[in-house]
């Protein structure tokens, strides 16, 4: 009867957390990837599991309430790594290797260039597939959006945008999931601007558009028919090290796009944290196409150590 006990506990828990291996290793050095996050996710739509491989790249791949009549898929999506999304068996008790390519596009921040990327939105009981270039759309609205960003930054500026992430929203799925949800946007899409002659390799900010491609959501960037002539940032960096604003190893750097004007800004983030727990942030703006001051923003308040 124990036997027998044990037994049914084993099978039990088995179907409730049927596990298998994932292995990481660089595609290049066949070295393995630390550290790594993926995520498992149940018929390409449903959060199962996540988590990071250890020091050796491995990571065991479990999810509980085991579907068999389910698909399950692995995903790997970092800017700095060719995206990975591939259906795993998780009833297999082998090992998967994934050997993750570098992404060639991508370029680290430093000291001489910025790389900013997007946001993303969490849904509620909903994974959204999360494209990375235009051939991860519906061809009608790869056409519409192309054509869009054309008109709206120009010819001579539209070949150095890429798309690098976004999120697509099954909107009748969704709201079947939440029926009281009432969303618009289906497509949220993160086009990455770069200008290397100016210190930047990716501007990044989100178009949104609806189901059938129409814009929701402009691009933060200029509206122009001519190439956007930017200062770059190491001269920007000597007029705010003039000014004061910039201070070595401390202050950060970052591109906004300011509507009103119709401009790209370079932005100077101090953060000065007192011993009596208040703080002080100032940020410092500059036109980016004339290098001329704008304004400095002070905001104020406590922390908590």
Not at 190 to 207: E, P, T
Request: aromatic content about 14%; hydrophobic content about 30%.
């Amino acid at each position: 009867m124990r036997n027998f006990f044990f037994l049914t506990i084993l099978v039990y828990s088995l179907n409730c957390f049927s596990q298998s291996t994932l292995r990481l290793v660089d595609s290049e050095t066949e070295k393995p990837l630390d550290e790594l996050y993926t995520y498992i996710y149940k018929n390409g739509n449903t959060f199962a599991n996540c988590g990071a491989t250890n020091k050796n790249g491995f990571k065991k791949l479990s999810v509980r309430n085991f579907d068999s009549l389910s698909t399950y898929q692995i995903s790997i999506n970092y800017l700095q790594y060719e995206p990975v999304w591939q259906n795993i068996d998780l009833t297999k008790n082998d090992t998967l290797t994934i050997h993750v390519k570098k992404n060639p596009y991508y370029i680290h921040s430093s000291n001489d260039i910025i790389s900013q990327g997007c946001s993303q939105y969490s849904f509620m009981n909903y994974y959204p597939r999360e494209p990375r270039s235009l051939a991860d759309l519906p061809e009608h609205i790869a056409d519409k959006v192309s054509l869009y960003l054309k008109n709206r930054v120009g010819l001579q500026n539209y070949t150095n945008f890429n798309l690098i992430g976004g999120q697509i929203i099954e909107i009748d799925e969704y709201k079947r999931r939440n029926p009281k949800s009432n969303p618009k946007t289906a497509f949220y899409l993160c086009f990455a601007y770069r200008n290397l002659d100016s210190g930047i390799a990716m501007y990044s900010s989100k178009i949104e558009l609806d189901k059938n491609g129409n814009i929701i959501k402009d691009i933060e960037f200029p509206k122009t028919t001519d190439k956007v002539k930017l200062i770059s940032l190491s001269e920007i960096k000597k007029k705010a090290l003039k000014d004061g604003y910039f201070k070595r190893d401390k202050t950060k750097i970052a591109m906004e796009y300011f509507s009103k004007e119709n401009v790209l800004v370079w932005k100077f983030i101090n953060e000065t944290y007192k011993k009596d727990y208040t703080f002080l942030r100032e940020d410092i703006y500059y036109n980016a196409q004339n290098a001329n001051f704008i304004r400095v923003d002070q905001n104020k308040g406590e922390w908590i150590e």
